[in-house]
């Protein structure tokens, strides 16, 4: 979805509630897909039951950090890799929350310096 230019108005309200919905649906995207990979692997590489993959998977993309102690050197150098990939992913999908309403704030406060 198209944000307006610093020239257009302001969107109505039915507009930008759209807008927002769409980019909350790509951070909930962004977030499923996160926890289906970090489950995965922790299932797989691991040894973990779904149950506690999916925990260890949640705690790290919420940044709480892990619950199970990893067993062996490739599942450490997996849960290392996905902690980081978790720190991005939770910046990017607060980012995806912010933008339309930060864009809408700063295009309501520009619009009012044209008056």
Same mark, same amino acid.
């Given at each position: 979805?198209?944000?307006?230019?610093?020239?257009?108005?302001?969107?109505?309200?039915?507009?930008?509630?759209? *807008?927002?919905?769409?980019? %909350?649906? #790509?951070?909930? @995207?962004?977030? +499923?897909?996160? /926890? $289906?990979?970090?489950?995965?692997?922790?299932?797989?590489?691991?040894?973990?039951?779904?149950?506690?993959?999916?925990?260890?998977?949640?705690?790290?993309?919420?940044?709480?950090?892990?619950?199970?102690?990893?067993?062996?050197? *490739?599942?450490?150098?997996? %849960?290392? #890799?996905?902690? @980081?990939?978790? +720190?991005?992913? /939770? $910046?990017?999908?607060?980012?995806?929350?912010?933008?339309?309403?930060?864009?809408?704030?700063?295009?309501?406060?520009?619009?009012?310096?044209?008056g």
């Open positions: 979805m198209r944000l307006e230019h610093r020239e257009q108005p302001l969107a109505p309200r039915d507009r930008f509630l759209r *807008r927002f919905a769409a980019y %909350a649906l #790509a951070a909930l @995207l962004l977030i +499923g897909l996160s /926890l $289906l990979a970090g489950t995965l692997g922790y299932r797989h590489l691991a040894g973990l039951g779904w149950i506690d993959a999916l925990l260890n998977a949640a705690m790290i993309l919420g940044g709480m950090g892990p619950v199970d102690p990893m067993p062996d050197d *490739r599942a450490k150098l997996f %849960a290392a #890799a996905y902690a @980081l990939y978790s +720190g991005v992913a /939770l $910046l990017s999908t607060v980012s995806l929350l912010l933008a339309p309403l930060v864009h809408r704030v700063l295009h309501r406060m520009h619009l009012g310096d044209r």
